[in-house]
C-alpha cells in the first residue's frame, strides 16, 4: 500500500505525478492564446481611445489612436503566443534523441 508523503518537498520531489500530457500542454497554450488574443487587444483599443479622445479634438484622429492601440494589443498578444509556441517547440527538441547517420 502506497503511504502519502509527509512533506511539500517530498510532493514536489517525486516528478511522476506531475508530468503533464503533451495534448493538456496544448491545449492550455491554446486557451491562453485566445484569451491573449481578446483581452490585449481590447485593452490597447480603451488605451488608445482614452489617449484619443484627451489629446485630440476631432473623430478621425481619435479613431486613428484607438485603433493604433488596438494594433499594439494585438501584436502584443502574438508576441506572447508566439513565446509560449517556441519555447514548446525548443524543449520538445532538447528531449528528442538525435538521429546518426
Known sequence: SKTAPSSFASIMSD???FSVPSELR??????STIENFLTRPALGLAIGGLI???AFSSRNPRLGAAIFGMGFGCGDAFRVSNYEFEKEKASAAAIAPKKSA
Do not use: I
Open 52 to 54: 484619443g479622445v484627451v
Open 15 to 17: 516528478k511522476k505525478s
Open 26 to 31: 496544448l491545449s492550455q497554450k491554446w486557451d
